[in-house]
């Protein structure tokens, strides 16, 4: 089985959601069957690839940040998180309370210890962050792991 974790943005408009949505689909299609994706359930790309993955057979993973991570997210998101939070077979919850930058830059490393393969949704440009895309993308190459950049034709960032 082949771990697929993700990293992506978030605040996406509608027309980039559905490409990237199509785009992931597409890309999980070359590991079927038997994938495994490992996600934060974060709004925007984190929940796009946990929903394909569950879509087309796979197993999720949720790897939680915080204990107050559900909290940091837009309240219109909650519910799609919770779903998928009960989808998950596996969840990993880490030992921060809140939901900083530090405690999503040790999810995404604790994603990239199980990680055949990083998913990077990613327009290629710099972190607006400490802990953003960008610096997941560096850390994955900087272990090894190998990624993946969707960012389909088209695709815009808020």
Same mark, same amino acid.
């Given at each position: ?9 978030r605040g996406l408009p509608h027309q980039t959601v ?6 992931i689909r597409e890309a999980l299609v070359d590991h ?5 994706? #490992? ?33 940091? #997210? ?9 779903? #998928? ?8 919850? #880490? ?53 993946r950049v969707i960012w389909p034709e088209g695709a815009?960032?808020?």
């Amino acid at each position: 089985m082949v771990r697929i974790a993700v990293s992506g943005h978030r605040g996406l408009p509608h027309q980039t959601v559905l490409l990237i949505d199509q785009a992931i689909r597409e890309a999980l299609v070359d590991h079927l069957p038997g994938v495994a994706g #490992l996600s934060c359930l974060a709004d925007g790309a984190d929940q796009i690839f946990a929903r394909a993955v569950l879509d087309l057979g796979g197993k999720l993973e949720a790897v939680i940040p915080a204990k107050e991570y559900r909290d940091g #997210l837009p309240s219109e998101f909650h519910m799609a998180y919770d779903e #998928l939070l009960s989808r998950a077979v596996h969840v990993h919850p #880490l030992h921060f309370v809140e939901s900083t930058s530090e405690a999503h830059t040790a999810a995404s490393a604790r994603m990239l210890e199980d990680a055949d393969l990083l998913f990077a949704v990613w327009d290629g440009r710099p972190a607006r962050g400490y802990g953003g895309t960008a610096d997941v993308v560096a850390e994955a190459r900087r272990r090894g792991v190998p990624v993946r950049v969707i960012w389909p034709e088209g695709a815009q960032r808020d």
